[in-house]
Every structure is written in C-alpha cells, then in structure tokens.
C-alpha cells in the first residue's frame, strides 16, 4: 500500500525557513514516478509547488516560490523534502506531498495527509 | 500562465445527475485529470486521462473532454458525494502543472 507522511510543519516568521519531509513507502522510488509538493491556503483552492524526477534531473516550480522554494530526494531513505526559505504570509497553506506521473500527463494519483504551514509574526 | 476555469458551484438532487465542467485554452491537446476533496482530507484521484476511473472508484464517476471543455459527470448522486471536485493539468507551454479552482458540488 502507498503512503506518503509529511512532517515538518509549524509557525515561522515571515522570512523565516522550514523544512518540510515526506516518508514514502509501498512503492519503489524511481523514474516512473515524479514526487511532488501540492498546497490549499486557508479556504482556496489548490496549488502546485513543485515537482522533481527521481533522478533529479529535472524540476520545477511555480513562479511563486521560485528561487526561494527547493525540492530534494533522499533515494536511498525514500524521503521528499521542500526546503522553504524566504517564507511569506501568502506561503501560509497546507502542504500535500504527492506521488505524480511523469509529463505529458502529469497526474497526481497519491497524496499525503498534507502539513500546515502558518507564516506570521 | 495557463488557465482552468471551472463553475464554483453545483447543486443537485439525489439520484440525479451532476455535470461538471473545466475549460481551458487548447484543451483538447492536454489530458486532463479530476480530484475529489471532502473538508478536511487530501484530494482523491477520480478521473485520469480524461475518462479513466482509478481502483475503487465507483462507475457512477465519468469523464470526458471535447474542444476546449473536460467533463466530470457523476450519475445517480449520493449524499456522500458532497465534496470539491478539481480538475487539473499538466500544460506543455509552460512545464507547469495547473489546477482549475474547483467545484463545490451540494447534494440538496
């Protein structure tokens, strides 16, 4: 069975930094899968943040968060991670990690339980 | 940027039927996929590749897409079926993957 179990987040100030990680297990980290960071702000919609290939050969990020927001894999412990630096009151959402398949197509076919971030002073 | 525009809402009857729509600029070019989230839980995968229906996920949940339009249709409404329904994207033009604003679909 696919899990995924964000952990991490919590109340930073605004330019503060957070990490958040996400544990897989029931499937094997690869190429076939993209791993993924989905957000939902309070009462809004969802949000792509960011995507990678396993391999890390290619990601990418919605403008918002660009050059500020980095995602990573650890392969060996099956772990996603979202270093965000530079947060803002707007970065104020909850966070879902999300297995995805790789473009074109582009779905997102298993998610976490989602981990909520508040930037605020 | 690329856009997804769905209705923000939909009501309907039970054992009725809700038709949901997502239009997109040349969307008949990308494969559009359908997320269903009740308050308080992740998004669930209903619809893939524009018709397909992921393990477990009832018959009565149908998609499909013409032109410019991707539609999720669900038969024979239950009361359980009260939830946001997304439908998303991956858009070529821009490597991004895009979420329309979804729809809040009210059994009455």
């Known amino acids: 069975e696919v899990q995924l179990v964000e952990s991490g987040g919590g109340l930073v100030q605004p330019g503060g930094s957070l990490r958040l990680s996400c544990a897989a297990s029931?499937?094997?980290?690869?190429?076939?899968?993209?791993m993924s960071w989905v957000r939902q702000a309070p009462g809004k919609g969802l949000e792509w943040v960011a995507n990678m290939k396993q391999d890390a050969s290619e990601k990418y990020y919605v403008d918002s968060v660009k050059g500020r927001f980095t995602i990573t894999t650890d392969n060996a412990k099956n772990l996603v991670y979202l270093q965000m630096n530079s947060l803002r009151a707007e970065d104020t959402a909850v966070y879902y990690c999300?297995?995805?398949?790789?473009?074109?197509?582009?779905?997102?076919?298993?998610w976490g339980q989602g981990a909520l971030v508040t930037v605020s002073s | 940027s690329y856009v997804l525009t769905q209705p923000p809402s939909v009501s309907t009857a039970p054992g009725e039927t809700a038709t949901l729509t997502c239009a997109g600029n040349?969307?008949?070019?990308?494969?559009v996929h359908w997320y269903q989230q009740k308050p308080g839980r992740a998004p669930l995968l209903v619809i893939s590749?524009?018709?397909g229906r992921p393990s477990g996920i009832p018959e009565r949940f149908s998609g499909s897409s013409s032109g410019n339009t991707a539609t999720l249709t669900i038969s024979s409404v239950e009361a359980g079926d009260e939830a946001d329904y997304y439908c998303q994207v991956w858009n070529q033009s821009t490597d991004h993957w895009v979420f329309g604003g979804g729809t809040k679909v009210t059994v009455l």
């Open positions: 029931g499937f094997t980290f690869s190429n076939s899968y993209w």
């Open positions: 999300a297995r995805g398949s790789p473009p074109p197509g582009g779905l997102f076919d298993y």
């Open positions: 040349n969307l008949r070019y990308e494969s």
């Open positions: 590749y524009d018709s």
